[in-house]
Every structure is written in structure tokens, then in C-alpha cells.
């Protein structure tokens, strides 16, 4: 008798993909156009998510940001892609002297770029009529070792095309309301350990720019798309079982740690 065996299943990791295309511009209320969000599930495919029933047209960065405590405070294993820098260049911690640590850094960001309140700019931190950001500037020259890898520009790189570094400094404030919300029932990757225990959810940082031409547009705006092919990659990764090696990154011994400061884009290896 000859036995077939079968190929092992691969087992997921989650049930619910989210890609999300961020926007730095106005406030922290105002309907942005380039904020954009798409999900999947297993048997899904990547569909537009639109905001809550509102006057306002398009998504604002707190009507996202509780949207996604909502759907997070559940218990579907969730994988969000967020397209904007979770953390700051080692040299930036180096020269403000700040302690090497994730939670703290976040705080002390948002005491001095509080751009999470209301009417308030990027801009308006930057010009020096709001906050404390000139206490807590970077330069355009450092990068964090996975931009390097990834050829993307500095997180204090501005005023330049394919430029994150409105979006990361609007997006900040909001991890950490999400981190103090959820506290433990969300893992922020790679900050809380390379590992993602099962059946925790997780937030990311991506960098659509590195699939998205591969990826038909199919009538999407470039917004649009960024969410799209964040999505659908994060669940292809999950669905196919490759996820796992973008999980750790191939690097030299010490450069884990000062990543686990600095944050990681999915993908990079």
C-alpha cells in the first residue's frame, strides 16, 4: 500500500488584514483625502473601508485612530499596516539625550509635537506657534538602519516628493493613544519583541512604495492603491506562510536592539 502524505497546512496567523495610506496634511479633525484604509480577511479580498456616517467626506486621523481601538479591543487577530515611521533614528535619541525605550520616546515626542490637538499643523509646530519642536528637531541626514536598507528618505526629511516625515510626526501621537488604550491586548512590532505571540494583533510599519507598481492600479487613486497592496500583501504573507522570515530581519547581532528603538518596515530584510 503506498500512503500520500499530504502537505502540511499552514496555519495563519490572523483573520483580519488592514492597509493603511496616512496623511500628515492639516489637522488632526480635518476629512483628508489621502487617508486612506483598506481591509481583507481570509476568504477576502483587499475592500475600500470608508469612515463612519459624518459631514465629513473622508477619514480625519482621530476618527481613524478610535476607529481602530474599536476594532482592535476585539478578539480577531488582527495584522495593521500603517505607512509612516513608528520611531526616530538612534541618533536623534543619542543627541536629545533620551533614554533607548519606545513608550518613553513617544511621550516625549508628544510634549513637544503635540499634533494630535486640535487645530493644530505639522506646520504649525515646525514655524514654532505651537509646541516645543524646535527642543526636539533631526536632521535630513539620519536615517534608521531600515530606511538605509530600503533606499527610503530620513522621517526629518520635508518638504520633498515620497517624503514620510509629515505623516510620521502627525501619526506618533496617535500610536501612543493606541498603545495606552489597548495596553496589552496589542502587540506594536518590532517595540514589543521580534515574536508576536498567537493570537495577539499587531501594528506594522509599511512601505507600500516598495510593491505598489508591481500591483495593477485598476482605477485607484495613488492613495487609494498605497492601501490596497498593503493589505493584500499583509494577507498573501500570512495566507502563504512567509510571513514568519519578514518577522527577523537578517542582521548583525547588534543591530536588533538599536532596531527595537528605531522601529522596522515589514518587508525589509
Not at 456616517?53 to 482621530?62: L, M, N
Not at 516625549?108 to 504649525?124: G, I, S
Not at 495566507?239 to 518577522?247: R, T
Amino acid at each position: 500500500m503506498v500512503i500520500i502524505k499530504m502537505p502540511e497546512r499552514i496555519k495563519q496567523r490572523f483573520s483580519r488584514y488592514i492597509g493603511i495610506d496616512y496623511s500628515g496634511a492639516e489637522t488632526p479633525d480635518s476629512s483628508l483625502k489621502g487617508l486612506r484604509v483598506y481591509e481583507a480577511g481570509r476568504e477576502s479580498t483587499p475592500i475600500e473601508v470608508e469612515p463612519p456616517p459624518s459631514p465629513r467626506k473622508y477619514w480625519t486621523r482621530r476618527g481613524l485612530a478610535q476607529w481602530l481601538k474599536e476594532q482592535l479591543s476585539g478578539d480577531v487577530p488582527t495584522i495593521v499596516g500603517i505607512d509612516h515611521g513608528f520611531s526616530f533614528p538612534l541618533r536623534y535619541f543619542e543627541v536629545h539625550l533620551l533614554e533607548p525605550d519606545w513608550p518613553t520616546f513617544l511621550d516625549d515626542f508628544q510634549r513637544h509635537w503635540p499634533t494630535d490637538a486640535k487645530h493644530t499643523y505639522v506646520d504649525f509646530i515646525r514655524d514654532g506657534s505651537r509646541g516645543k519642536g524646535e527642543a526636539r528637531s533631526g536632521s535630513a541626514r539620519w536615517r534608521r538602519i531600515t530606511e538605509e536598507r530600503a533606499g527610503a528618505k530620513s522621517v526629518f526629511h520635508f518638504d520633498v516628493p515620497g517624503t514620510v516625515a509629515k505623516s510620521t510626526h502627525s501619526g506618533l501621537p496617535w500610536l501612543r493613544y493606541l498603545r495606552n488604550r489597548l495596553e496589552e491586548r496589542v502587540h506594536f512590532w518590532p517595540f514589543d519583541g521580534w515574536e508576536i505571540p498567537t493570537g495577539k494583533s499587531v501594528l506594522v510599519e509599511v512601505y507600500p512604495s516598495l510593491w505598489s507598481k508591481s500591483t495593477p492600479r485598476e482605477g485607484r487613486t495613488p492613495d487609494q492603491h498605497d492601501a490596497y497592496v498593503a493589505a493584500a500583501w499583509l494577507r498573501r504573507v500570512d495566507m502563504d506562510g512567509s510571513l514568519g522570515k519578514f518577522l527577523k530581519p537578517d542582521m548583525l547581532p547588534g543591530e536588533y536592539p538599536v532596531a527595537q528603538v528605531e522601529g522596522w518596515i515589514l518587508w525589509v530584510m
